[in-house]
């Protein structure tokens, strides 16, 4: 792990933030956002967003030169710094050297965006201890790691902030193919929840992003429990081509994580397989 400072400025790409630019920036400009995943997907997309809002970006991942990447793109998008991080969320140590040195250099974030994450797809029965391990200790102790190393910080130093964990429907979702993943996501879910209620006090707020289908590379890389190497490329292609079919793109979800992060919004539901669940969300206490 280490940090790396992004220097080159590559070409400008595709604003994200659009429309909702002006009140993202008087909100955001100058603040320090860590967001966790970000090589990639919907945390690259959530990095560059607070990015164009002229925030302070600091990119985790264990991918160094995707996470490098996106430092360098943050940058290009108009971000007040971008400092590329190699962590392995599901490293209860190395998160909290992450924040030793965070904040000894930024300073305590104002966001922290916990989003890192990895797919599994598989029978119950057919998912092995070690399968259902690994799923968990990245997609629910990532993000309770997160959680207790920024939250603590946050709190100390008593000027607020946001958190943002990223869920799923697969969360409200009971699926025969997906429970180790719906299981991790239901307690992020909950985790989120439970949390938000003890920093409300602290003026600290706590989201839960659930999308459903969102086109990212997720699907290339996720692991499918009980069946050959080759049946796994086979059900990656077949995802990945669904996935693109429906063509949701991680923007609109990034989007979505800066304005529940501005509004202080409790569960949010995003992509229309989770339009379902917006119900739910109301259920959710506030702050
Ligand atoms: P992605 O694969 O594009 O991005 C995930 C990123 O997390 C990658 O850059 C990867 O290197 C990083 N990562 C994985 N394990 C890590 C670890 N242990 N430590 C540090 N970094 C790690 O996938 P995405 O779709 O952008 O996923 C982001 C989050 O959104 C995940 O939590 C995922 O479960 C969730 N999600 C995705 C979808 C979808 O349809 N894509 C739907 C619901 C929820």
């Given at each position: 792990a280490g940090g790396r400072g992004a220097t080159s400025r590559p070409g400008k790409e595709a604003a994200v933030l659009g429309?909702?630019?002006?009140g993202a920036r008087e909100r955001f400009a100058g603040q320090l956002v860590l967001v966790t995943g970000a090589a990639s997907g919907i945390g690259r997309s959530t990095a560059l967003a607070?990015?164009?809002?002229?925030?302070?970006?600091?990119v985790v991942?264990?991918?160094?030169?995707?996470?490098?990447?996106?430092?360098?793109?943050?940058?290009?998008?108009?971000?007040?710094g971008a400092w590329?991080?190699?962590?392995?969320?599901?490293?209860?140590?190395?998160?909290?050297?992450?924040?030793?040195?965070?904040?000894?250099?930024?300073?305590v974030p104002d966001v922290v965006v916990n989003n890192a994450g990895i797919g599994l797809a598989g029978r119950f029965?057919?998912?092995?201890?070690?399968?259902?391990?690994?799923?968990?200790?990245?997609?629910?102790?990532?993000?309770?790691?997160?959680?207790?190393?920024?939250?603590?910080?946050?709190?100390?130093?008593?000027?607020?902030?946001?958190?943002?964990?990223?869920?799923?429907?697969?969360?409200?979702?009971?699926?025969?193919?997906?429970?180790?993943?719906?299981?991790?996501?239901a307690a992020v879910l909950m985790l989120s929840e439970c949390l938000r209620a003890e920093l409300a006090p602290h003026h600290i707020g706590v989201t839960a992003i659930c999308p459903g289908l969102?086109?990212?590379p997720i699907t290339a890389s996720a692991r499918h429990a009980g069946v050959s190497e080759e049946e796994q490329e086979r059900r990656r292609a077949s995802t990945a081509r669904l996935y693109r079919l429906r063509n949701y793109p991680p923007?609109?979800?990034a989007r979505a994580v800066v304005r529940a992060a501005r509004q202080d919004t409790a569960v949010v539901a995003v992509t229309p397989e989770a339009r379902g669940i917006r119900l739910l969300s109301r259920l959710s206490p506030r702050a």
């Open positions: 429309k909702a630019l002006p607070f990015a164009e809002a002229g925030a302070r970006v600091i991942d264990r991918d160094a030169e995707g996470a490098a990447r996106t430092a360098e793109s943050a940058l290009a998008a108009g971000a007040a590329a991080e190699t962590v392995d969320v599901s490293d209860g140590e190395a998160m909290e050297k992450l924040a030793d040195r965070t904040c000894a250099t930024q300073g029965l057919d998912t092995s201890v070690e399968d259902w391990k690994q799923v968990l200790d990245v997609n629910l102790w990532g993000v309770i790691h997160g959680c207790r190393v920024f939250g603590r910080r946050m709190v100390e130093r008593g000027q607020g902030g946001h958190i943002v964990n990223t869920a799923s429907a697969a969360a409200f979702q009971p699926s025969k193919s997906l429970p180790a993943y719906s299981t991790s996501k969102v086109n990212t923007e609109k979800v």
